[in-house]
């Protein structure tokens, strides 16, 4: 069977919220993040604010600067949060192959549910006039025949869009003569890289792939690939079972560059982890990283392996991942861990065979924290929100070379 999968993302989602729960805005360029005397971004604004050529992660102060008469507010994460939930629970009601990207977004395998509803397309103008009737908000929805198709559908027509990308050939008619960057995975630099090689549009990905692989190597075979409309990534559900995470982050009172330092904020939140996982006598398969830049750009990167309580184990994966994101300005960073598993029905690992090591293992970590201690002092590290059966992290497919 031809696989169907919906995207679906909330228009100007945070400012829609606002505007529903205050109709005096309706119309109005809103811009939602900081205030204009404060420093920072902006987290999103209504698509009136958007003529002015406001945008997310731009700076407040150039905000203010090209639309000064705008609406300025806060964001107000538990309305945001409880919005999602509702539409959340929309969806699902369709099929519960979901991938929940964001708050605000998410993708839908629906391949096996269509014809029980009536169709794709059926099942995509519900969830718009549901949404809106039951929870006032609109969004926009696109069908695909693949994830990215179904991202650039709901994108296409935005907002309160509704598009339908059926097959690879009417992908690819739809992306040839745009620009690069229309392609998953194409970032800023990536873009930049291909310019220099003369090579500005789809077409041109396609006209000149050995340039492309000799330049980008396998990155080069991926976009070609999805330049071609092949992807086969699958949604990736999210099961209640499989919910529940655990997580520490901390907040930075000024961005960090210093890896080291960042490190080191990881070797604290990975001991607290740790901590609480013996306590609780679990033991988690996956850790996330998760990071947030200085532009408000967050991003999680995820690895499954072994079960594991250990500090060691949570902080080298996580800082193994670190060492592969992008490097900018880093204003909070967080472990999440899931996948959990009772210790009874967990399998032996190498560490639980040799307790030797295990000790070692500790009284480095031990060493570790007290160096960090001193050189930092005892409040290096804040708590953040704890979250137990909550939401996972968001994991990233494809991981992006440069968004
Ligand atoms: P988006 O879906 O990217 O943006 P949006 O819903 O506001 O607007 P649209 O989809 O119509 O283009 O992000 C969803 C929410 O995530 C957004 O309302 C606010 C938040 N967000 C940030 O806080 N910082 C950011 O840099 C981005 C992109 C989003
Ligand atoms: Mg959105």
């Not at 039951?134 to 929805?141: R, Y």
């Not at 655990?246 to 960042?262: G, N």
């Not at 193994?320 to 967990?346: N, T």
Request: with cysteine; glycine share 6%; aromatic share 8%.
């Amino acid at each position: 069977m031809d696989t169907t999968i919906i995207h679906v993302d909330m228009d100007a989602f945070y400012a829609a919220v606002e505007v529903r729960d205050n109709p005096e805005l309706f119309g109005k360029p809103l811009i939602i993040g900081a205030l204009p005397h404060e420093r920072g971004v902006v987290a999103t604004c209504s698509y009136e604010a958007r003529k002015f050529g406001v945008h997310s992660a731009m700076s407040i102060k150039e905000a203010y600067k090209r639309c000064p008469h705008g609406i300025y507010m806060h964001p107000n994460g538990r309305k945001y949060k409880t919005a999602s939930e509702q539409v959340h629970k929309i969806w699902l009601t369709y099929t519960d192959l979901i991938e929940f990207i964001s708050l605000d977004e998410g993708f839908l395998d629906v391949t096996g549910s269509a014809a029980h509803f009536g169709g794709a397309r059926k099942i995509g103008m519900e969830i718009k006039s549901r949404t809106l009737a039951e929870i006032g908000l609109t969004c926009s929805v696109g069908i695909g025949y693949s994830k990215t198709s179904a991202k650039l559908a709901s994108k296409e027509k935005k907002p309160d869009g509704f598009y339908e990308i059926a097959t690879a050939n009417e992908f690819k008619a739809l992306i040839r003569d745009r620009g690069v960057r229309i392609i998953y995975g194409v970032g800023l630099k990536t873009a930049e890289t291909l310019h220099q090689a003369k090579i500005t549009t789809v077409r041109d990905i396609l006209e000149n792939r050995q340039i492309v692989v000799a330049i980008l190597g396998n990155h080069g075979k991926q976009i070609i690939d999805l330049a071609e409309g092949i992807d086969n990534r699958k949604v990736q559900p999210y099961y209640e079972s499989e919910a529940k995470s655990i997580s520490r982050e901390h907040t930075f009172q000024k961005d960090i560059t210093d890896i080291e330092y960042l490190k080191d904020a990881l070797r604290l939140l990975a001991k607290e982890l740790s901590l609480k996982l013996r306590v609780e006598n679990i033991y988690a398969r996956t850790v996330t990283l998760k990071v947030k830049y200085a532009n408000m750009k967050q991003i999680t990167r995820a690895k499954s392996g072994d079960a594991t309580n250990q500090t060691r184990d949570i902080y080298d994966i996580t800082a193994s991942l670190l060492d592969k994101v992008e490097k900018r300005p880093i204003r909070l960073i967080g472990i999440g861990l899931s996948g959990f598993e009772e210790s009874e029905f967990r399998q032996m690992t190498l560490d639980d065979l040799t307790d030797k090591r295990d000790g070692k293992r500790k009284e480095s970590l031990d060493r570790t924290l007290l160096e960090l201690q001193t050189k930092y002092g005892e409040q290096i590290i804040k708590t953040g929100n704890e979250m137990i059966a909550e939401k996972r992290f968001n994991v990233d497919t494809i991981p992006e070379k440069d968004a």
